[in-house]
């Protein structure tokens, strides 16, 4: 068959792998300059730089099935997630004890003992071997999720900034077995970071592309079951995929999206360059006074404490999301993060600002399965992470689907 895959992500490069694997002859149309979608890193210095905060997460199936980790030269996060009190400068430790058991009490100092067995109980009932298992029941929002499952105020404060951070949804309307799975792949894997960034992910899947025609800078103005429009010309496939972010297939396929309606969702990150690293640790560092008292960035994170820079430079990335996102005033960020970490902080100089919007797709809260029902609509193909859920283990699932639908096996990684 002749095949159009409309959309250069994860989700479409996937596609036009399977495809390309089983025979098919494969066009593969991305509207920018590069491929990866929004799995997008720069170069600063010859060292890189994701736009936005990215993890890997190890537990994912389909990150088994189709990624070679080994070759991304990854490097895990700690098994911990460090919180601070501006205000205060109190800092706080919450950790997998059952994973790392040195994290055991200084997590009960942290949330108590009865918080902690929550934590426990939450963690003893996902599933290793089915992540998305709790997707397939009603489950209400997380916001009023995390309130059912009795966390004490300080704590909630606390998963409140954590799963603000996953989603980049300030209300927390993503339903709580969304929670439920980011939780199990914390539980039962490792968050890591690629040595040369996020993009190197989708970079590893368009390296196996060996005959798909891949026509970059080349917006598709329109789709029907059989034609791609570009430039006004129509070109004519057997089958079309259209593996394009939400907001997007909403514009080419309106009756993709459903109840589902794109909510933009945005994050800033202003990345600082610091003479001296503010923690050494490869932590998340969770602002728990976010979004009080004109507390603005979300978490901070450095990258370098993996990946060192070659010059021994430190990267200080503060993350910003919603409202907070748009139009941020750098000075303001500095200022604040002097209250998290002291006068030091003026000698930190500006490195980049980077801002995605439509960073992650919206799926209705009253939704209750893993995926969304339909892989065809009017003869159309659609991938994407909003068919499924927001995560990279959705955005592969979702290319599966398709292969499946079209009857091409899943290719396996070499």
Request: glycine letters at 8%; one cysteine or more.
């Amino acid at each position: 068959m002749k095949i159009a895959v409309v959309g250069g992500g994860l989700a479409g490069l996937a596609i036009a792998l399977g495809c390309e694997k089983n025979g098919h002859d494969v066009t593969l149309f991305e509207a920018s300059t590069e491929l990866g979608g929004r799995m997008k890193t720069l170069r600063e210095g010859n060292h890189p730089l994701d736009v936005g905060f990215h993890v890997l997460h190890t537990a994912y199936s389909t990150v088994k099935d189709w990624i070679d980790l080994d070759a991304l030269h990854i490097k895990p996060m700690d098994a911990c997630t460090m919180t601070i009190a501006p205000s205060t400068g109190r800092r706080r430790l919450l950790g997998d004890a059952l994973r790392s058991p040195q994290y055991l009490f200084p997590t009960l100092k942290s949330v108590g003992v009865f918080d902690g067995l929550r934590f426990l109980r939450w963690r003893m009932r996902t599933s290793a071997r089915d992540l998305e298992r709790d997707m397939d029941e009603p489950t209400p929002s997380i916001a009023e999720g995390l309130h059912q499952r009795n966390f004490r105020p300080s704590t909630q404060r606390v998963l409140r900034s954590l799963f603000t951070g996953i989603t980049l949804d300030p209300t927390l309307s993503e339903r709580i077995a969304f929670a439920d799975f980011t939780w199990g792949a914390m539980s039962h894997g490792k968050m890591v970071m690629p040595r040369d960034g996020i993009a190197a992910v989708p970079h590893q899947l368009a390296a196996r592309l060996r005959s798909t025609e891949v026509r970059l800078n080349t917006p598709v103005e329109a789709v029907t079951k059989s034609n791609v429009v570009v430039n006004g010309q129509k070109e004519v496939f057997d089958r079309v995929v259209l593996a394009v972010p939400q907001h997007v297939a909403q514009r080419m396929l309106p009756g993709s999206v459903g109840e589902h309606r794109p909510n933009e969702r945005r994050t800033t990150t202003v990345v600082f360059v610091a003479p001296e690293a503010p923690f050494k640790q490869a932590r998340l560092l969770l602002n728990e006074e976010w979004g009080e008292n004109s507390h603005r960035v979300l978490h901070v994170h450095l990258p370098t404490n993996l990946h060192p820079h070659p010059d021994g430079h430190h990267w200080v990335v503060a993350t910003l999301v919603g409202e907070d996102a748009e139009e941020v005033d750098v000075e303001a960020v500095k200022a604040e993060l002097i209250e998290w970490f002291g006068a030091s902080v003026n000698q930190w100089s500006l490195l980049a600002t980077t801002t995605v919007r439509h960073a992650l797709p919206h799926i209705d809260p009253q939704h209750h399965a893993r995926t969304l029902p339909e892989v065809e609509i009017d003869g159309i193909l659609l991938a994407g992470d909003h068919r499924t859920h927001p995560s990279v283990q959705g955005t592969l699932r979702s290319a599966e689907r398709v292969l499946k639908h079209l009857d091409i096996p899943v290719p396996r990684r070499p």
